[in-house]
């Protein structure tokens, strides 16, 4: 398994913003679904390395987060939620710059492939500052597959994306999946039904479901993602 949790927990200040949470992830595009404020954006920061956990332990690819640091992002491919840019550098240019930090080899050939994958080729004249919601998006996908990570972590990765270019963008995300081990957080539950092999439901810090997504609509006697979702975010304590 490339992703191993084991009873990861944040706290801030008095609120368990996650609760001691446990998953293993293998191959395959999970989703990793909850309301606002549930804890994914935590859990994600926490498994790349960007917040230290209050307690709880993770492995990343055989790599312990908190002893093998350096390990662990360079295993780990992260769109963050809110997307930081560099926006003053021109595509190329960023994509260049996140290239040597992973110190990858005659980056140049990567680096057309990546934008190519990502559907930048049209716009890859202009600096990222410039480009729509939607592109900014595709260059922060770009940064976090360039490396070619087995794990990738992307928070939201669809938001901003008009719908000719989220079914490029899903169809991407899926055949990522059959080599790497994906994680994705989305509000979207026909983005889910699109491209999820398994689905976790966190709610106020908690895992309230781990499942397949046939599993999860067959226990639950629905064939709708939506209402199992408003469901067990509403119910549980
Ligand atoms: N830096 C912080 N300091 C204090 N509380 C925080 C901090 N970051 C997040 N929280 C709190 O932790 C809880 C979980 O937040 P988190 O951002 O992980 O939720 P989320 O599931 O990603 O939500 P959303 O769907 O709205 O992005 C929230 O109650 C939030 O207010």
Redesign the pocket.
């Known amino acids: 398994m490339n992703v191993q949790i084991k009873q990861l927990t944040k706290i ?2 008095s ?1 368990k ?2 609760n001691d949470i446990s998953f293993s992830a293998g191959l395959g595009v999970l989703g990793f679904l ?10 994600m920061k926490m498994l790349t390395c960007f917040l230290p956990p209050t307690s709880g332990s993770a492995d990343i690819c055989g790599f312990s987060l908190d002893k093998q640091s350096l390990q662990v992002r360079a295993n780990i491919g992260y769109l963050p ?1 809110n997307n930081p840019l560099y926006t003053g550098m021109y595509v190329k240019e960023a994509l260049a710059f996140v290239a040597s930090i992973h110190k990858i080899e005659q980056p140049e050939q990567r680096i057309a492939d990546v934008i190519a994958l990502t559907g930048l080729g049209e716009e890859q004249h202009k600096k990222v500052g410039q480009l729509s919601k939607g592109y900014r998006q595709r260059v922060g996908l770009a940064q976090a597959i360039l490396h070619d990570p087995p794990v990738l972590i992307l ?2 990765p669809t938001s901003g994306l008009d719908p000719n270019q989220l079914i490029g963008i899903r169809q991407l995300i899926r055949d990522l999946g059959k080599t790497k081990t994906v994680i994705i ?1 989305t ?1 979207i539950m026909q983005e889910v039904e699109a491209i999820c092999d398994r689905v976790i439901i ?1 709610n106020k ?1 908690k895992i309230v479901a781990d499942d397949t997504l046939t599993g999860l609509l067959a226990a639950h006697g629905s064939n709708s993602l939506e209402k199992i979702f408003v469901k067990l975010t509403n119910s549980a304590a």
């Open positions: 801030y200040g609120q913003a996650v909850g309301p606002n404020g549930a804890g994914k954006s935590t859990t939620e928070d939201e957080s509000h966190i810090g």
